[in-house]
């Protein structure tokens, strides 16, 4: 018997080292993994900014995203204690950066798509409060384009889309509006700017897989990924999350930015938010909601903001009791959070 416990345990050390060198060995593939929820009040600093003492907060959320390892890879994502990780996924490269886009490019694109989203969010919630924010821009840029979709071989990363049949899109609803006028299998005339000179592409539109009456032209794009946009902020304020990249806290910055200029967005809640926010105020669809609902759940948040659609589905299923609002626009975000009861107020 003695023998036999011997074995099992020499066999059990054998397999925790395959197992950790496998750990520590990177495959080409991703893996996403919670991060807690951290609060913005100390990130966000606003000229004139109150205090607020009610006990809440406004949080972001982000996903670790990672190399994902040999052992990650084999067990799909669900590897077992003591190497698993609550709430991973496993995802192919293409899932996080575009195709022929090195590591360094991706990081690159991502601090200045979190930059663009800063900006953003400082101007949607100063227009809210009735601040008047000039912002101009030449057009939305393209952060990618889809191999198989009409625009392969005609649009580039990076191109600047002007304008669509000749209408004007400065901001990516621009650009969906003039795309929709269209439908799916009509040409559509794109000017593009490109190495500083401008050029006219027609594209065929395509039938939407999800929605086969809404066309499609085949590229990606980014409310936080805009052509050099000057947005003159009538108020300073200056956002600081470190090398945290991304557009996705831009609904959650709009929120703070309103908060610390004496608004009572949060009403005594802790209150989390994800979602890409346009200059019209339009929240938009984000990645990772899996990852970023169970880090708002684990950081104790009340209330977690989401895109409404896929998104807030996806996040009902990881919520727990933490209740989740979904949202299309800033406006009604607020409207949202005003119903919730007030709690924690300090007298």
């Known amino acids: 018997m003695a023998r036999f416990f011997k074995l099992l345990i020499v066999t059990g050390c054998f397999l925790f080292a395959i197992a950790a060198f496998l750990y520590v060995i990177p495959s080409d593939k991703y893996i996403l993994v919670p991060d807690r929820a951290r609060p913005l009040a100390s990130e966000v600093f606003v000229t004139g900014e109150r205090a607020d003492e009610d006990g809440g907060g406004i949080y972001y959320v982000a996903v670790q995203v990672e190399k994902a390892s040999l052992l990650e890879k084999i067990f799909n994502g669900n590897v077992p204690w003591p190497f698993g990780r609550e709430g991973s996924t496993l995802v192919p490269a293409t899932a996080v950066r575009a195709p022929g886009e090195s590591e360094q490019e991706h990081r690159q694109q991502e601090l200045r798509a979190m930059a663009e989203s800063q900006k ?30 009409p625009a392969a071989g005609k649009l580039r990363a990076h191109d600047v889309i002007v304008s669509v049949d000749g209408e004007p899109t400065p901001f990516l609803p621009d650009l969906r509006r003039a795309i929709r006028k269209r439908r799916p299998g009509e040409t559509v005339d794109v000017t593009v700017q490109r190495d500083r000179g401008t ?14 009456d809404r066309p499609l032209i085949g590229v990606f794009t980014s409310c936080a990924l805009q052509a050099p946009t ?40 802790k209150v989390a938010a994800s979602g890409e926010l346009c200059l019209d105020g339009s929240v938009v669809s984000v990645g990772g909601l899996k990852q970023k609902t169970i880090g708002a759940r684990q950081a104790g948040v009340d209330v977690f903001l989401v895109p409404a659609g896929d998104n807030a589905e996806e996040a009902r299923r990881h919520a727990g009791s933490m209740k989740v609002v979904p949202v299309q626009s800033f406006r009604q975000a607020l409207r949202a959070l005003a119903t919730l009861p007030q709690e924690g107020r300090k007298s």
Do not use: C, M, W
Request: hydrophobic share 40%; aromatic share 2%; net charge negative.
């Open 199 to 212: 050029r006219k592409i027609d594209i065929t539109t395509v039938p939407d897989p999800e929605s086969p």
């Open 230 to 269: 000057k947005i003159s902020l009538p108020v300073p304020v200056r956002i600081d999350l470190g090398q945290v990249g991304g557009p996705s806290a831009g609904l959650a910055f709009a929120l703070d930015v309103a908060e610390e200029l004496g608004h009572d967005i949060d009403r005594g809640h």
């Open 120 to 149: 953003i969010g400082a101007a949607v919630a100063l227009r809210s409060l009735g601040y008047d924010v000039p912002v101009e821009s030449p057009g939305t840029v393209v952060a990618g384009v889809n191999p198989d979709g």
